[in-house]
Structure formats: structure tokens, C-alpha cells
């Protein structure tokens, strides 16, 4: 069980640790030349790919065995918002995040052209908007099993 829990705190690490990085690139990004811009827009979709889902996968993977191992009758009210908070924000990365962090990484050598195609800060904001939607469940989650 603590090899469990272990892992399943190493996965949010991993989730929101990538997250971290993507928000303070995302950030950075504009304000660089134009090589360095499309770069960094890559090392977007790379950050997604080998950090974030992975560790997305690993706590939610790690969440349904450990809970359960608890069984569904004697959940406490907070494990279970924690539960279905946690596999909301989980599902929302990998299956609306996760795809355009890829998309935006796709078209990252757009990022090279001056003025910078509408189309790539669309994906940008999509990405923006996603990202803080599911840090903030899984921000949530994170609070309902420190409440246990």
C-alpha cells in the first residue's frame, strides 16, 4: 500500500511538476526570437508526451487500485470527491490537453513566421484554457485527500 501511494504521488508530481514547466515556457516563449519561439513550442508536445501523460497514467492507475483496494462501501465523502475529481482533471488531460500540446507542437515552426498565424495562438489559448481547467481539478482533488 505505501508503494502505492509512493507511486501514485510520483505520477501528480510528474503531472503537475510538467505542468509547471509548460506554463513557465508557454510564458517565456513570446518573448524570444523566432527559432527559440518554434523550439520551445516543441518542447511543449515533448513535455507532454514523456512527463505529464505518463504521469497522468501512472495516478490514475495507481488511483483506481488504491481505491480499490478501500472498496466502495467504506469510502469517507472526501476520498471519493478526491476519486472523482482526480479522474475528471485525469481524463480532461490526457484526452483534451495531452491532444493539443501535440497539435501546438505540430505547428510550432509557424511560430517562425512574422506575424505569428492566427491559427497557432488559437491552439495556444486551447491549450491555456484546458491546462488550467484540469490543474485546477486536480488542485481540488489533491485538497479533498488532504481533508482525510
Do not use: D
Not at 12 to 21: D, N, Q, R, T, Y
Not at 75 to 89: F, I, K, Q, Y
Amino acid at each position: 500500500m505505501t508503494l502505492l501511494r509512493f507511486l501514485h504521488m510520483l505520477g501528480i508530481c510528474l503531472w503537475l511538476g510538467g505542468v509547471l514547466a509548460t506554463i513557465t515556457i508557454t510564458l517565456l516563449v513570446p518573448e524570444e526570437k523566432p527559432v527559440a519561439r518554434a523550439s520551445g513550442l516543441r518542447m511543449v508536445g515533448r513535455l507532454h508526451s514523456w512527463i505529464i501523460a505518463p504521469g497522468i497514467l501512472l495516478a490514475l492507475v495507481t488511483g483506481f487500485v488504491l481505491v480499490g483496494r478501500l472498496g466502495t462501501t467504506q469510502l469517507p465523502p472526501s476520498v471519493s470527491a478526491m476519486a472523482g475529481v482526480g479522474v475528471v482533471a485525469g481524463l480532461l488531460a490526457l484526452f483534451a490537453q495531452y491532444p493539443t500540446a501535440i497539435k501546438l507542437a505540430a505547428i510550432s515552426p509557424a511560430a517562425e513566421q512574422n506575424p505569428v498565424p492566427p491559427a497557432l495562438h488559437r491552439v495556444e489559448r486551447r491549450l491555456t484554457i484546458v491546462s488550467t481547467i484540469a490543474t485546477v481539478l486536480v488542485l481540488t482533488a489533491m485538497y479533498f485527500g488532504a481533508v482525510v
